[in-house]
């Protein structure tokens, strides 16, 4: 199994280095100078712009900067953010819970809404529960998060009065409060992710129905309750847990548009206000940490499915 997860570690090397060269590329394409918008467009002088440049190391060749960012980032030096003042690392760490909230929350509402829904569309083939399952899946795949989080927010917020229309509140202050913050944009992030883990769920389990075991349990007496849950459920979460893992990275990244929405001080939102600052190693340091947080998170997924299915093994 060591041996496996070493394998896996090493196989980022080569994921967080493409990574992180596309990110820096893509940063100095963007049309924008951040010393301008330092200086002030209106007040800028050429003499000014020079020595803001010189400061931030922009008067450099490209592949000087992209040299030295990527010598500090192996010593875990993400620079200094340009509009903060501060280490990028603090910068992004401080709005980290926010999103990692968000996601977590999506993802687990996502799974307790979908596998049930997915179960029960199986054992029911060709019923109007199952055309119903189906016709919300397509629906909820249909439906644009940003689109749905207006449209909640003017239900559920301005016309209702149930839930507040934006912000965030820590853990800290009551889980009642942090949770009421949050049930409206992670419904509106992960509804789509519902509808495709609800599919999944339905072909692995009916996949897992037409298995011979599965005749062979019941044949045995076994309950009908034994049979869906304790046998076929098990071996079709395998495939279940992969899309959740993939469904994961989705969410996270998706994050971006919906912490907008909901003006949510999170990383994604951190990611919007440091391009329009042209912002460069902010940009740079979050993207870093989203797409390292997605790697881990699939790492976890495949050393699962051991737990998952007694009968893989990492050998």
């Known amino acids: 199994m060591w041996a496996y997860v ?54 450099k060749p490209m592949i000087v900067q992209y040299w030295i960012w990527l010598r500090n980032i192996l010593h875990g030096d993400f620079g200094t953010s340009i509009f903060f003042n501060q280490p990028v690392t603090e910068v992004v760490m401080s709005r980290l819970p926010v999103t990692l909230s968000l996601t977590f929350v999506s993802l687990l509402l996502a799974l307790a809404m979908s596998i049930p829904l997915g179960v029960l569309a199986a054992t029911r083939r060709n019923t109007l529960a199952d055309t119903t399952t189906m016709v919300f899946s397509v629906l909820g795949v ?70 011979e075991y599965i005749t062979t349990a019941r044949s045995k007496g076994l309950s009908r309750t034994r049979v869906i849950y304790g046998h076929a459920l098990q071996n079709a979460m395998v495939s279940v ?49 989203l797409v390292g947080i997605s790697l881990l998170v699939n790492l ?10 007694p009968r893989i093994t990492y050998d």
């Open 300 to 309: 976890l997924v495949d050393l699962s499915y051991a737990l998952i299915n």
């Open 6 to 59: 070493l394998r896996r570690v090493l196989a980022f090397v080569p994921t967080m280095f493409f990574v992180v060269t596309l990110v820096f590329l893509l940063t100095r394409l963007v049309p924008g100078d951040p010393a301008g918008i330092l200086a002030g467009h209106q007040l800028a002088t050429e003499e000014l712009i020079a020595q803001i440049h010189h400061e931030l190391g922009l008067d």
């Open 241 to 289: 847990v992969t899309v959740a893992g993939l469904s994961f990275a989705v969410i996270l990244g998706g994050s971006i548009v919906i912490e907008n929405v909901f003006a949510l001080p999170g990383v994604g939102r951190l990611v919007v206000d440091a391009a329009l600052r042209r912002d460069y190693p902010v940009i740079q340091g979050a993207v870093v940490y």
């Open 142 to 211: 249909s439906f644009p998060p940003f689109w749905l989080g207006f449209m909640f927010i003017l239900f559920f917020s301005l016309t209702l009065g149930w839930l507040p229309t934006s912000g965030y509140r820590p853990m800290s202050m009551g889980i009642g409060v942090w949770l009421r913050h949050l049930i409206l944009p992670s419904v509106a992030l992960g509804l789509a992710q519902i509808a495709l883990l609800t599919r999944t769920t339905r072909a692995s389990m009916l996949e897992v129905l037409s298995r």
